[in-house]
C-alpha cells in the first residue's frame, strides 16, 4: 500500500491546483448569476481537504499505524461527500469527489491490512 499511498498523495496535490482554478472560475459564475449558488465555496473546501490529504497520504506511507489511514479517511470522505453532494454549476466537482471516495475506500482497505 506503500505506492498507493505515494501515488495518491502526488496526484491529489496536482489535482488540488486543477479544482482551485476551476473553483475561482465556479465562484466567479456564482457571484454573477446572483442565484445563491455554493459550488464556488464547496470546490475550495474539497480543494483544500484535498491537499491535505495528499500530504498526510506521503507522510504516513510507511508508516505501521492506523492513524493515518483514519486521517485520511476523514479528510478523503468529507472531501468526496461535499463535492458528490454541492456541485451545482460546477459540475467536475462531482469528479473530483468521486476521486476522494476512492481514496477513503483505499484508506479503509489499507487500515483493514495492517
Known sequence: MKAWKLVSGILSIIIFFIVMLQSC???VVD???DE???SGG?????GFLMLAGGITSIATKGSTGKGGDVALMIMFGAA???GITCAGI?????????????????ALVSMKRK
Open 25 to 27: 472560475a465556479a465562484g
Open 42 to 46: 464547496a470546490g475550495f473546501i474539497v
Open 80 to 82: 468526496a461527500l461535499i
Open 31 to 33: 457571484a454573477i448569476n
Open 36 to 38: 445563491g449558488g455554493t
Open 90 to 106: 460546477y459540475a467536475d466537482l462531482v469528479i473530483w469527489g468521486f476521486w476522494c471516495l476512492i481514496n477513503a475506500v483505499l
